[in-house]
């Protein structure tokens, strides 16, 4: 981060920290050591100085939090071995539990560019004969609770403070349309009604919401998602690792970055992209012979 953006996010967290303490600005100015109007001084959003080495250290061992928190170098307060420990998380449990973790993530990093690399379609622009498609072999529940997942991302999408960034690759997009792999049981006319959602919902949403296509056979990635600069989440499979450290949130948004620059359809093209699919391989009589 520049100087500019420390002395910001410092000023941000020693706020959080002063107001957890539940005591005025006074009172903690004298339990670090300092003068109430460099203190003063300190949260002023003219400010343009960072506070000094051991007065950062005295205000973290005040607010038990970390001095890497304070400067905006890690998004865990925890203090030494903690932080260490708490830079990567495994979240594992049941669909259900997951889908509450992931609306949570979601939550709290409302007002941030959430970056996304589907591990099929993006699940915002799901029909229900396809999700029911993907979870026929899960039980009669889980099919609902993703139905609910998908609605649910659709209605935080079209949030005006909402900014979403998709990678997939073109021959992912296109092995759906023509039915291949985990989609050639699933009829061409359902195959023809999400991608005719996922035309209206592209051009409903854009440009707060992106979907940018790659050549899968440049560029691999596996599913993941990144929150802001919050916490990033790859997914494995019934569990997320999930990492919380700014070094490691960081290379994983370069990561997506890489592949938004590499793509080679672009998001006002996605639409034609699509449209040029289903005339390829659903047209409405093929859809109906299949």
């Given amino acids: 981060m520049q100087r500019d953006e420390v002395v910001g996010v410092f ?99 409302a007002g941030y560019k959430i970056r996304y690399v589907p591990t099929t379609l993006p699940d915002l622009l799901k029909t229900e004969e396809v999700i029911a498609h993907e979870y026929r072999d899960y039980g009669e529940r889980v099919p609902q609770s993703q139905f609910e997942r998908a609605e649910a991302r659709l209605a935080y999408s079209r949030k005006p403070e909402t900014e979403m960034e998709v990678c997939s690759s073109w021959q992912s997009v296109e092995g759906f349309a023509k039915g291949e792999s985990i989609w050639r049981d699933l009829p061409a006319a359902a195959r023809r009604r999400q991608i005719e959602q996922m035309i209206a919902i592209c051009d409903e949403l854009y440009p707060t919401f992106r979907w940018f296509l790659y050549d899968g056979l440049r560029r691999y990635a596996s599913p993941l998602t990144v929150f802001g600069p919050q916490r990033a989440a790859l997914y494995l499979g019934n569990m997320y690792f999930v990492f919380n450290g700014t070094d490691q949130i960081r290379v994983l948004t370069k990561h997506f970055d890489d592949l938004v620059r590499a793509a080679t359809v672009q998001p006002p093209d996605v639409m034609a992209f699509l449209e040029g699919l289903m005339a390829k391989y659903l047209s409405p009589a093929k859809a109906r012979s299949r």
């Fill in 11 to 109: 000023r941000e967290r020693l706020l959080k920290v002063i107001e957890r303490q539940g005591v005025s600005r006074s009172a903690f100015a004298q339990q670090v050591g300092l003068d109430r109007s460099t203190l003063s001084q300190l949260l002023s959003p003219d400010n343009e100085r960072l506070a000094r080495a051991e007065t950062i250290v005295a205000i973290a061992r005040e607010g038990k939090v970390s001095v890497d928190w304070l400067l905006g170098l890690s998004q865990e307060e925890g203090r030494g071995a903690e932080v260490v420990s708490n830079a990567m998380e495994i979240e594992a449990g049941s669909a259900g539990k997951l889908d509450e973790t992931l609306a949570r993530w979601h939550t709290e990093a």
